[in-house]
């Protein structure tokens, strides 16, 4: 269409007093000659102890980044129906715990409380600390002007929820929206070209779209595409993937990605009436035959969003990459194994007869559901303390077991604030943002009530469905 033909990046004016670290403009060249090609390999909405071990961990296991250490990935989590021991567990091998909500449920789904929640539960439950929760993607990838306003007052370091245009257009780099988006400007938001969007020091790390034989556009988990004619074999998933791929590789090496909702690679039944590929074996295998073929490749790099903006902050080329501080192992020192922080699961709580099921966690069981209103209830266990990483704490005795140099750490990320309208105090010149990410003046938040319930494996489908 004429929309398509034109491009994205037109009307954006990004001027040269954007600079690195903290701006960045939006370009479809690479940000130094010979550049890395990463990919992203990312999971949305609950974290549980089934999908994770049958689904996400197998994608990483025998597979190496190119300096030998094993290769990352960033979880989108969500806490309803979650396993907070899953993201502790996550957490502790180096992967990447990002914000996906509390309850996934439109039309709060983008509200600051939602957001907030979501860091409050991961901190208080899975011992996550705050400053490594720097990510969002919105539940239904839907983001406004005032949401992205939002995480950018809220000290996030990156959005991922935008479509960027793959090998039928456009290839995006990531960049920070300071001077607006480009990427999604062909049809999905009203982001692009907006002057009411003022999200400084806020990267974009847009989707790459993969394209099928008949020329439609994919995004996230294309063997699950109802509008991809049933049946679909796995190797035409395959073949969409590494055409993609090989674009971006062979052309401007933007970071590619395989977007899954990880409940979807498993065989589901009667969910897979309208899904090109119902077997769930079949699924796995398409996207395990891509990545082993992507990984094969020189230069490729399986990493998270944290490691990527790393990278745009200080760009080098490929052959110095597995020198960087951000890309070596991160094996902590002499890591304590008695205590339950993710490599041991000593002194894990099974906590039961909530309202929305039962859950296991290191940091004690709350006494009721953890919900919008009150997403961290109090629990009888010690919180990780700003002054102590996950791996060194005993949430039991209250005791960091950290004693060098080399292990020590200072969060200094923003506490918490369950109240939108005090959020100013920690940002000097801020807008106050209404619960539901509207800029407002009103005191009173608008709260989360009557949302509709979704539950186990209905409503991670619902959720999935509609991203
Ligand atoms: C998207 O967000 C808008 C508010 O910004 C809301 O009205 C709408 O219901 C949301 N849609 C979904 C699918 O969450
Ligand atoms: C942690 O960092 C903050 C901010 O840089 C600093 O003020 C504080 O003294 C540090 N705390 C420790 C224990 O190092
Ligand atoms: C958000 O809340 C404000 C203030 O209560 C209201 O005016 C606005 O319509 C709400 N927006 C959405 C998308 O719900
Ligand atoms: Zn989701």
């Not at 994205?8 to 130094?32: E, R």
């Not at 002007?145 to 990156?158: D, E, I, P, R």
């Not at 074999?233 to 990880?262: C, E, I, Q, W």
Request: glycine share 8%.
């Amino acid at each position: 269409s004429a929309a398509e033909a034109q491009s994205s990046l037109s009307g954006y004016n990004c001027p040269s007093s954007c600079q690195l670290p903290k701006c960045k403009c939006a370009t479809s060249s690479p940000p130094v000659a010979n550049p890395p090609q990463f990919l992203l390999v990312t999971f949305d909405d609950s974290m549980q102890t089934e999908i994770m071990n049958s689904v996400v961990y197998p994608l990483f296991a025998n597979r190496r980044n190119p300096n030998g250490c094993p290769p990352l990935g960033t979880y989108f989590a969500q806490v309803w129906d979650a396993n907070p021991f899953e993201l502790t567990k996550w957490y502790a091998q180096g992967h990447e715990i990002a914000d996906h909500s509390v309850t996934h449920v439109s039309p709060f789904a983008g509200s600051y409380a939602e957001i907030e929640g979501m860091r409050a539960w991961a901190n208080k439950y899975a011992g996550i600390p705050l400053g490594k929760i720097q990510g969002v993607r919105y539940p239904f990838r839907n983001y406004s002007v005032t949401s992205l306003n939002m995480l950018s007052k809220m000290g996030f370091l990156y959005e991922s929820s935008m479509a960027a245009y793959g090998s039928s257009g456009e290839s995006i780099w990531p960049y920070t929206m300071d001077y607006g988006v480009v990427s999604d400007c062909l049809g999905q938001t009203s982001a692009c070209n907006n002057k009411d969007l003022q999200a400084p020091g806020l990267w974009e790390v847009p989707m790459m779209q993969t394209v099928a034989s008949d020329g439609t556009l994919h995004l996230m988990d294309p063997y699950n595409d109802p509008s991809l004619t049933a049946p679909y074999s796995a190797s035409a998933v395959t073949d969409m993937y590494t055409k993609a791929f090989d674009a971006l590789y062979n052309g401007n090496r933007a970071p590619f990605g395989v977007y899954t909702h990880p409940v979807w690679l498993q065989s589901i039944p009667g969910a897979g009436a309208n899904a090109p590929i119902p077997d769930g074996t079949q699924k796995m295998k398409a996207v395990q035959d891509f990545l082993t073929y992507a990984m094969s490749k020189p230069d490729v790099w399986m990493v998270t969003h944290q490691q990527l903006i790393k990278y745009m902050q200080n760009p080098v080329p490929a052959s110095q990459l597995g020198s960087q501080s951000y890309m070596q192992c991160t094996k902590p020192v002499a890591p304590p194994t008695n205590i339950c922080n993710g490599l041991s699961n000593t002194g894990v709580d099974l906590c039961s007869n909530l309202a929305r099921g039962t859950f296991q966690s290191c940091y004690g069981c709350p006494g009721e559901y953890p919900s919008l209103a009150n997403p961290a209830p109090p629990s009888q266990k010690c919180s990780v303390p700003t002054n102590c990483d996950t791996l060194f704490w005993n949430p039991a005795t209250c005791t960091c077991l950290c004693t060098s140099t080399s292990c020590a750490y200072n969060d200094t990320a923003r506490p918490i604030n369950l109240d939108p309208n005090s959020l100013n105090q920690y940002l000097p010149g801020g807008t106050p943002v209404s619960n539901n990410g509207t800029k407002t003046n009103a005191a009173t938040p608008k709260s989360g009530a009557s949302p509709v319930l979704v539950s186990g494996i209905l409503g991670m489908l619902m959720l999935a469905f509609g991203f």
